[in-house]
């Protein structure tokens, strides 16, 4: 089967175009994560190589053509432009190393035979990292353009199609996947029959280009520095949890503060130890949860308090069918968690392949119509244990 189908979109209503002053970011399984910024989705394309043309093998003509549009200097590897401009992004050769799935030594490799086309030193190596010069940044800013027109024209290219893409590949969290992706897939499948869905589930960062994904769900409460596009889907409550069990056991919370008596389940899936951010009316309160138990997504943290073990922050996507089952009950609901917002992301391009729209379209419909957190469980219901 053939491309996406003929549909040209520009950015369309509620997509976000993530530039340098903004941020997507999140916390991949929906979870709060503070830092620096550090897991910051970074620019990459899908490698494209450019291969040489012997003249005397039949190719004089494209050699001669790719001498005109170079100024007669060599053509230059998109995987080396693509790999320098993750290093530029991540801060640091094993950071891009480990973005791009590849040892530090093709990095360093990469990022030389671009010093030699150029004939100019990019990055200066000291004992405490890299330091990029002017001209490295420059160099930067016009090779992510040039990366994302490759992108783009790919992506024209496919979409002069009549029929629909034969396969829609997209990343997900896992707790999020599992528990509200099946209906919206469904749904993909029965308008789309012939349509093949390749679904990947993971917490962690996922590079949309370089793994040729054709979007991905991510979750956060801010927009972070990206030259991805997102399109909010659905907005998402925080709420403070614990089994039956426990409370009785262990009492009810009725403050903030009352949560260093207690045993916290921490999420361990961001770089650093997420905040717990609790609003009020005396303002908003920060603490760094502390228990013996820490878990890398949201449906470790959802089993282990609905099996008692302690008391977990989770978003209402995970958190509500053991609410509304009684497995759970909600703490502290006069202080609010701080929440967030669900988000589908894209890479960039003027033409959204129709699957992708379609998608996004089952998405925002399948998650409107979910009931919110105060509508699960009364707080009286708690308070009475």
Not at 210 to 232: I, N, Y
Not at 257 to 266: A, G, P, R, T
Not at 335 to 360: C, D, H, K, W, Y
């Amino acid at each position: 089967m053939g491309a996406a189908a003929k549909l040209g979109r520009t950015q369309g209503a509620g997509e976000i175009g993530l530039m340098d002053d903004q941020q997507i970011a999140a916390p991949q399984d929906c979870l709060p994560k503070n830092g620096d910024g550090d897991d910051a989705p970074a620019l990459a394309i899908a490698p494209v190589a450019i291969k040489a043309v012997d003249a005397e093998a039949g190719g004089g003509h494209e050699a001669s053509w790719k001498a005109r549009a170079t100024g007669g200097m060599p053509m230059m590897d998109l995987d080396d432009m693509r790999t320098f401009v993750e290093v530029m992004e991540a801060g640091g050769i094993n950071k891009a190393a480990q973005r791009l799935g590849v040892a530090k030594s093709v990095v360093s490799r990469r990022i030389a035979r671009i010093e030699a086309d150029l004939g100019t030193q990019l990055i200066n190596r000291t004992p405490g990292g890299v330091r990029p010069t002017d001209a490295a940044r420059e160099f930067a800013e016009r090779g992510k353009r040039i990366l994302l027109d490759v992108a783009e024209a790919r992506r024209a290219v496919a979409a002069h199609s009549d029929e629909m893409a034969s396969s829609i590949r997209i990343a997900v969290p896992y707790s999020f996947g599992i528990r509200r992706l099946p209906p919206i897939l469904t749904s993909l499948h029965a308008a789309y029959p012939h349509l093949g869905i390749d679904v990947t589930f993971s917490d962690t960062y996922v590079d949309l280009l370089a793994g040729q994904f054709d979007a991905a769900v991510q979750c956060g409460s801010h927009l972070k520095g990206s030259m991805l596009v997102a399109r909010k889907v659905a907005s998402i409550s925080m709420v403070l949890v614990a089994s039956p069990d426990y409370v009785r056991q262990r009492g009810v919370p009725t403050a903030p503060s009352d949560l260093s008596e207690h045993e916290c389940l921490v999420y361990s899936g961001a770089p650093h130890s997420p905040a717990w951010v609790f609003g009020g009316p005396n303002g908003a309160v920060t603490l760094a949860p502390q228990g013996h138990f820490h878990f890398d997504n949201g449906e470790g943290l959802l089993q282990a308090a609905e099996a008692g073990l302690g008391i977990a922050a989770l978003p209402d996507l995970i958190a509500s069918d053991g609410l509304s089952s009684g497995k759970l009950v909600p703490l502290l609901q006069a202080n609010p968690l701080e929440g967030g917002a669900l988000f589908l992301v894209r890479p960039p391009a003027s033409i959204v392949p129709r699957q992708v729209r379609t998608l996004t379209d089952l998405m925002v419909a399948g998650l409107a119509g979910r009931k919110a957190v105060t509508e699960l469980l009364a707080p009286a219901k708690v308070l009475a244990m």
